[in-house]
């Protein structure tokens, strides 16, 4: 469940900084910060706020910082999941191409909120609102749209995951660890993946750093707390089930439209 949900997160910032490929404004920034804060809180319905963004189509690099997710009611933390910055440079000549080269990525300061109460948790309680949004997963899948072409690849020639923290909390008791620094090269290439493809390969890697620091928790925490939270931190790592995944889809196509891709 929390690999598809901070795909979903994260969609809504690294779609957003795509954009700036497409859309030639000279109030993109502007808009695509309008944007996030007004189609996010629609999808999570919570508060979504996105502090700044200064990119350049001219020279390819970009900054995101402070995208906030604000946790669902009844929960301790402020945020579900908080962005410090985002630091990208795309090798602009690539950009028409079949495969965009990507120099860099810097993600800083990742907060993620994990908390677990009798019945639910914050993670569950913002999938059902993203749910309630984009409508019930069940039923017939619609006919797939006509193919427009091939879908482009991506490569990320380097990507940083650095100063990240996860707090994990069950019935009022809690703890924030640190992660571990994740460097990764040459995603994708010598292959074929897309965006989306490289963004769930990044997310694993990422979940394979969580586990142990929310192990870490478990064992730092008062003695009432710790066996909800080992329940907690065992969920935090299931995967996604199909419903849910299918909500995460349905957001991101949605995206796509609204970024007018």
Same mark, same amino acid.
């Given at each position: 469940m929390f690999k598809k949900l901070l795909l979903g997160l994260l969609l809504i910032a690294l779609a957003a900084g795509a954009v700036v490929y497409f859309v030639l404004s000279g109030g993109l920034n502007k808009q695509i910060k309008n944007a996030v804060e007004t189609y996010g809180p629609r999808v999570t319905q919570t508060d979504v706020t996105l502090e700044d963004v200064n990119l350049s189509i001219l020279s390819g690099s970009g900054t995101l910082k402070g995208l906030n997710v604000g946790n669902p009611e009844g929960y301790q933390s402020e945020h579900i999941f908080a962005l410090g910055q985002i630091d990208l440079k795309i090798d602009t000549s690539t950009i028409l191409d079949q495969t965009i080269i990507i120099d860099h990525i810097l993600i800083k300061a990742p907060a993620i909120s994990y908390e677990k109460s009798l019945s639910s948790s914050n993670v569950k309680d913002l999938m059902n609102n993203i749910e309630a949004f984009t409508g019930p997963s069940s039923g017939p899948s619609p006919d797939p749209e006509p193919s427009t072409g091939a879908k482009k690849q991506v490569v !990320?020639?380097?990507?940083? =995951?650095?100063? #990240?923290?996860?707090?994990?909390? *069950?019935?009022?008791?809690?703890?924030?660890? @640190?992660?571990?620094? !994740?460097?990764?090269?040459? =995603?994708?290439? #010598?292959?074929?993946?897309?965006? *989306?493809?490289?963004?769930?390969?990044?997310? @694993?890697?990422?979940?394979?750093?969580?586990?142990?620091?929310?192990?870490?928790?478990?064992?730092?925490l008062k003695e009432g707390g710790k066996a909800a939270l080992d329940a907690a931190s065992k969920q935090a790592t299931q995967q996604l089930d199909d419903a849910a995944n299918e909500a995460v889809n349905k957001v991101g196509e949605s995206l796509k439209g609204l970024l007018g891709n």
């Open positions: !990320i020639k380097e990507l940083l =995951i650095e100063d #990240g923290t996860v707090y994990v909390g *069950a019935l009022g008791v809690g703890r924030t660890v @640190t992660l571990p620094r !994740i460097e990764m090269n040459n =995603i994708g290439e #010598g292959g074929s993946m897309t965006m *989306a493809e490289v963004m769930d390969l990044v997310l @694993t890697k990422l979940l394979q750093s969580i586990g142990p620091a929310i192990a870490d928790a478990g064992d730092l």
